[in-house]
Nanobody, 119 residues
Framework: QVQLVESGGGLVQAGGSLRLSCAASGSIFSIKDMGWYRQAPGKQRELVARITSGGSTNYADSVKGRFTISRDNAKNTVYLQMNSLKPEDTAVYYC?????????????WGQGTQVTVSS
């Protein structure tokens, strides 16, 4: 059984920073891409940032230059450093990972962590 456990969300003023963490645990053989998605009230879930096992990254245009995704492969952990936060960044942030347990890779999701940015 695989679990993704997120931490680091909270309430912050506009212009502030937060760092999210997501640790994968369980019977993991290997992990390919890891990423962060977010869902604001009344909106669809959207990609924030993704990172490959080799460290290549891609970001949503709305967060480029403000957010940085990174990972520690030895710890099966992905991070999201969020700087210059804006009220429109308010959402539930979900961790995602493509994990191979036995033979095939499949998607796993964390439970979500709330990020609230006040103006």
């Amino acid at each position: 059984q695989v679990q993704l456990v997120e931490s680091g969300g909270g309430l912050v003023q506009a212009g502030g920073s937060l760092r999210l963490s997501c640790a994968a645990s369980g019977s993991i053989f290997s992990i390919k891409d890891m990423g962060w998605y977010r869902q604001a009230p009344g909106k669809q879930r959207e990609l924030v940032a993704r990172i490959t096992s080799g460290g290549s990254t891609n970001y949503a245009d709305s967060v480029k230059g403000r957010f940085t995704i990174s990972r520690d492969n030895a710890k099966n952990t992905v991070y999201l450093q969020m700087n210059s936060l804006k009220p429109e960044d308010t959402a539930v942030y979900y961790c995602n990972a493509e994990i191979r347990v036995v033979l095939a890779f499949r998607d796993y999701w964390g439970q979500g962590t709330q990020v609230t940015v006040s103006s």
